[in-house]
């Protein structure tokens, strides 16, 4: 499957920003998606996950309460609806599918991965 991510940009703290990620393919629905991100000189990180069906979710502590992560099975998209954005949410963001079932946190665990989106909030 690939992944090509969408809709960053710049905004101030506080202010929201949605985020796409459109597969290519049939089965979309069975795979798990994510969403990472990796700011300046740090590795990596877990943001958000979602089952095939959209029945489970997960999220990381920094962004729990303020992110939503959903998905449009009909649509072959996911989404990362970003509120209350803080500058430390400044990263490039990518999202991965994981062929095999469970909402999982770890990259090693995603198969495929998309080229990323950059999200910069300004204090």
């Known amino acids: 499957v690939q992944l090509q991510a969408s809709g960053g940009g710049l905004v101030q703290a506080g202010d929201s920003l949605r985020l796409s990620c459109a597969a290519s393919g049939r089965t979309f629905s069975r795979y798990v998606m994510g969403w990472f991100r990796q700011a300046p000189g740090k590795e990596r990180e877990f943001v958000a996950a979602?089952?095939?069906?959209?029945?489970?979710?997960s999220y990381a502590d920094s962004v729990k309460g303020r992110f939503t992560i959903s998905r449009d099975n009909a649509k072959n998209t996911e989404y990362l609806q970003m509120n209350s954005l803080k500058s430390e949410d400044t990263a490039v963001y990518y999202c991965?599918?994981?062929?095999?079932?469970?909402?999982?946190?770890?990259?090693?665990?995603?198969?495929?991965w998309g080229q990323g989106t950059q999200v910069t909030v300004s204090s």
């Open positions: 979602i089952s095939g069906s959209g029945g489970i979710t």
């Open positions: 991965a599918a994981r062929e095999r079932p469970g909402v999982v946190a770890s990259t090693g665990f995603y198969d495929y």
